[in-house]
């Protein structure tokens, strides 16, 4: 199966600072079929980013992704305060379907 | 609009077993898969399997093969995944999501606790 590594595990920032999340695939993501989520606790993960680079429905423009192959960033150009929360890359082009560890974006 | 409702807590004894329903309304049923996914407490996001409501084909993580069983009612638009020979490490919120590019509908979460 294909083992995502993210890093770093916990990024501490301030509101309105730059956030660049990594992503990296044991082996290339087919199609690049890969996709980013926000989880809060409580809450359901949230879609932000699908296909490497295409924003989900209602995700503000501050939210970017990139990336092929084996490495992706998701990038979040200016934290506003309810984007403090764990974020996970998914690969969905090979089964089995799996996710990285998690970032915690935390306030600095 | 598009809803995954999932079935409340529960809490069961070591080696029991559990069953979990996720009722979908807003969309054609067996047009999208139906995937389940737990998180521990603590832990991250972890894959367990995919039904196609539209004939019950399924797959399932080789983590949980032999434990694991996903089925689906066309007549009420739920899927179920049962988890069989609990143990503590179980304990999760299970939810189940709809894929389309990522997963972009979410069940609110079952929580279940396998405790003595």
């Known amino acids: 199966e294909i083992v995502l590594t993210q890093s770093p595990g916990t990024l501490s920032l301030s509101p309105g600072e730059r956030a660049t999340l990594s992503c990296r695939a044991s082996q290339s993501v087919s199609s690049n079929y890969l996709a980013w989520y926000q989880k809060k606790p409580g809450q359901a993960p949230r879609l932000l980013m699908y296909g490497a680079s295409s924003r989900a429905t209602g995700i503000p423009d501050r939210f970017s992704g990139s990336g092929s192959g084996t490495d992706f960033t998701l990038t979040i150009s200016r934290l506003e305060p309810e984007d403090f929360a764990v974020y996970y890359c998914?690969?969905?082009?090979?089964?089995?379907?799996?996710f990285g560890g998690g970032t915690k974006v935390e306030i600095k | 609009q598009v809803q995954l409702v999932q079935s409340g807590a529960e809490v069961k004894k070591p080696g029991a077993s559990v069953k979990v329903s996720c009722k979908a309304s807003g969309y054609t049923f067996t047009r999208y898969y139906m995937h389940w996914v737990r998180q521990a407490p603590g832990q991250g996001l972890e894959w367990m399997g995919i039904?196609?409501?539209?004939?019950?084909?399924?797959s399932y993580s080789q983590k949980f093969q032999g434990r694991v069983t996903m089925t689906r009612d066309t007549s009420t638009n739920t899927v179920y995944m049962e988890l069989s020979s609990l143990r503590s490490e179980d304990t999760a919120v299970y939810y189940c999501?709809?894929?389309?590019?990522?997963?972009?509908?979410w069940g609110q979460g079952t929580l279940v606790t396998v405790s003595s």
């Open positions: 998914q690969q969905y082009g090979t089964s089995p379907n799996t």
């Open positions: 999501a709809r894929p389309s590019g990522g997963y972009d509908y």
């Open positions: 039904i196609n409501p539209s004939d019950g084909s399924t």
